[in-house]
């Protein structure tokens, strides 16, 4: 007797069994002066929810001192045992890592929160109580950021967001008001849909992706704020085409889904019947 897809995804699931509410997932490059801050910020949250909780820190080959910055700090706080760290010998890309974190984590949900320290307290609760009161409906996949009038970033990132959520909404058909945010996901659609793309734009590939099959996300309007300390790295070539990889991809998922309609993921969710 063949078997079924739910039946394979159930056995697939005990793999990712854990009393661990949410892996946090912090992608660094050079950040000693903001990582160690971000991950104090991370606990207090959660201690705040009452949430349990893993911490993994993935450095991108840095070549200043983060990671000897949170060694140092572990060693002063050696209760902590919830804190991984993972070096990588070369450079992946915070797509390609996040898709690593999501295979190594044993959380339910992943909240990707950057180094730099951008994500702000008040936010991170608001994300992650809009997820507790929601991962019990059918089809859950996650909360959705935007920033709407909430958004401090220079005016040069303001702009250039706006046009790539514009292009966005034109090419896959959704109406999300934000595409790239520090999405909240089931960490098991992370690792089962992993996106392809390992630069800036891998979240709006994998929103779109999860959406067309058949997840429903939250909407949330949070505060944000441009880095605290350094220039930011998104403005480079090799994003530049990561980011036309990106939006190809969606266009190829809508065109999937298009030739394809019946072949979306709600057989394959927790809450399917």
Known sequence: MKKSKNTYYSLLDSMYSSNIFVTFYIPNLNEE?????????????????????????????????????VHDYLTTNSTITNWKIIENSQRR?????????????????????CADNSETYESLIKMITLIQKNEDSKNFGGVVPNFKNNDSRILSRRITSRVFVRLCQVISGFKYIYFNGPTIHRRKNVARFKPLSSGYAFQSE?????????????EVTIDNH????????????????????????????????????NSNAIGWDDNAE
């Open 33 to 69: 002066n903001s990582i160690v801050l971000t991950c104090e910020k991370l606990r207090k949250v959660s201690t705040e929810l009452g949430i349990t909780y893993e911490l993994l820190i993935i450095d991108d080959n840095s070549n200043d001192n983060s990671i000897a910055v």
């Open 93 to 113: 890309g915070i797509g390609f890592n996040y898709g690593t974190a999501a295979e190594l984590g044993h959380g339910k949900y992943i909240c990707m929160t």
């Open 206 to 218: 994998l929103l779109c992706n999860l959406t067309y099959l058949g997840y429903q996300f939250v």
């Open 226 to 261: 441009d880095r605290e300390e350094g220039k930011s790295r998104a403005f480079n070539y090799k994003n530049f085409l990561s980011v036309s990889h990106s939006l190809l991809q969606i266009l190829f998922m809508r065109i999937r889904n298009f030739l394809w309609p």
